[in-house]
């Protein structure tokens, strides 16, 4: 089991990282901005963050992170579709579990706080769904 999780803990890990910090930087930055100057509601903030960081996230992956030569639209759609799932389960299950664990706060609090706790999921789930689905090289697939 360690030797399985060790296989994807490697310099494609790093790079996804360093990635992962430009595209917080810029998508986060929209979305509080979005929640807390804008007052627009959890959903389209949060969703604005990934409209915007995802096209970043595309390329920068595609070309430095897993060096992807392939161009079709079925990899935009599997990327398209892994974002939009990762987003979903992240943020749906941030939002009423913030919700119900910090119920004594005020709302724009338990947003925030949502936000963060999405964010943080999405980043585990994005990687695997990137390196496993969108991005996936033979080396990556092990005989069953």
Known sequence: MVDKIRKYIDITTVKFLIVGVINTMVGTGVMFVFYNVFSLSYWISSASNYVVGSIVSYFLNKYFTFQSK???????????????????????????????????????????????????????????????????????????
């Open 70 to 144: 392939e161009k079709s639209w079925k990899q935009i759609s599997k990327f398209v579709l892994n974002i939009t799932v990762c987003y979903l389960l992240a943020y749906g299950m941030a939002k009423p579990l913030v919700s119900f664990v910090l119920s004594g706060f005020d709302e724009k609090i338990q947003g925030n706080v949502s936000m963060l706790f999405g964010m943080g999921f999405f980043v585990v789930l994005n990687y695997l769904g990137q390196r496993l689905f969108v991005f996936k090289k033979t080396q990556d697939v092990s005989p069953v």
